[in-house]
């Protein structure tokens, strides 16, 4: 292999590396959830943005999947959120379809993600019906107990050693 090819790949591999991928037992061991959430995925695309709900929200994130050698549990979670009100998980899915495909990004860390992965972004979904406060609690746990690289906004101890490190 020629030293060229050998840069060029080195450089091509770098482009896809998710810095801070954090797999922290005692995090997990940690969380405490007041709500079961039952997980739906989708893959995320224009097609399916119809099959999302339209009339409740709650948590949902991203997932990169390579969905290849039929492995069974090859994925990996990038980024948690919530929504709620009149913004139901459909708006807000479309929101990000939206935002995935302008050319300049309010949100450069979400821009990457979407270009990245365009064909192996999956949206996963749980309904809760908890608001304000109390969705927001939900939201943070699961953000402390898995730490997704794409996510910014940590609150407490966590988020004060993620904006040191």
Not at 17 to 31: D, R, S
Not at 45 to 52: E, L, S
Not at 72 to 81: E, F, Q, T, V
């Amino acid at each position: 292999m020629a030293v060229h090819d050998l840069t060029t790949t080195v450089d091509e591999l770098k482009s896809y590396e998710v810095e801070k991928l954090v797999l922290h037992p005692q995090q997990w061991a940690k969380l405490k959830l007041t709500v079961s959430p039952q997980w739906k995925i989708k893959p995320f695309n224009k097609v399916t943005a119809a099959t999302v709900p339209k009339d409740y929200g709650g948590i949902y994130a991203f997932v990169v999947k390579p969905g290849i050698a039929d492995f069974p549990h090859a994925s990996y979670l990038l980024y948690i959120g919530k929504t709620e009100g009149k913004e139901g998980f459909r708006q807000r899915y479309r929101n990000y379809l939206a935002h995935s495909a302008e050319k300049k990004s309010r949100r450069p860390t979400l821009r990457r993600m979407f270009d990245k992965w365009p064909d192996h972004l999956w949206f996963c979904f749980a309904r809760v019906n908890l608001h304000g406060k109390r969705l927001s609690a939900i939201e943070d746990a699961l953000l402390e107990a898995f730490l997704p690289p794409y996510c910014r906004q940590f609150k407490g101890v966590v988020g004060k050693a993620r904006m040191a490190w």
